[in-house]
């Protein structure tokens, strides 16, 4: 796997541990199921629900960041998002914030680690966690700089419709993540 100029450079970077099933994690460029399945017209509708939410940024601008980057996705793949009226339900992603142990087995480490972790779609992972992406919410999230909200968000959304890494550094679905302090 090539390294990205600012893991050569030595400036920081986090890893993304890779999606996750509910047997453990998944290594990284490992081919696993084909994603959600499609309705009859080869579409995918899929549901979102905000459990929790930072405090480190405006509720408003947390989703509609969120929101942004199901956006993106869905510009380029047969897929839509619409916001779901309950958490849980079949076909939906769940996205919290937390901190710590936080109702799976995978507790974050804090400020400066694991960003974010999403579980892959069914059947990989049954309902209702399939497609779930948890966020640290000891992490300093922001809107444009540093820990980038929408640019964590739009590699997670991707693990949740069931993408892997890959080894290219300007893919949105490398693991690597740049985080500038300044």
């Not at 399945?37 to 899929?46: E, H, R, W």
Request: net charge negative.
């Amino acid at each position: 796997m090539p390294a990205s100029t600012d893991l050569l450079a030595g400036n920081p970077v986090m890893a993304c541990p890779g999606p996750l099933t509910e047997a453990g994690p998944i290594g990284d460029y490992v081919e696993v199921g084909n994603g959600w399945s499609k309705d009859t017209s080869g579409s995918i509708a899929l549901r979102y629900f905000f459990e929790t939410l930072t405090d480190k940024i405006a509720a408003g601008t947390v989703e509609s960041e969120v929101e942004r980057a199901f956006q993106v996705w869905a510009s380029y793949a047969n897929v839509s998002f619409s916001a779901g009226q309950v958490e849980g339900a079949v076909r939906s992603i769940d996205i919290l914030f937390a901190s710590g142990a936080h109702g799976d087995s995978y507790p974050f480490d804090g400020p400066g680690g694991v960003l974010a972790h999403t579980f892959y779609p069914a059947p990989i992972n049954g309902e209702p966690i399939a497609g779930d992406m948890h966020f640290d919410a000891s992490e300093s999230w922001s809107v444009g700089t540093s820990t980038d909200l929408f640019s964590v968000a739009l590699h997670e959304t991707g693990h949740a419709l069931g993408l892997g890494h890959t080894s290219n550094p300007g893919a949105v679905m490398y693991p690597y993540y740049g985080c500038r302090r300044g």
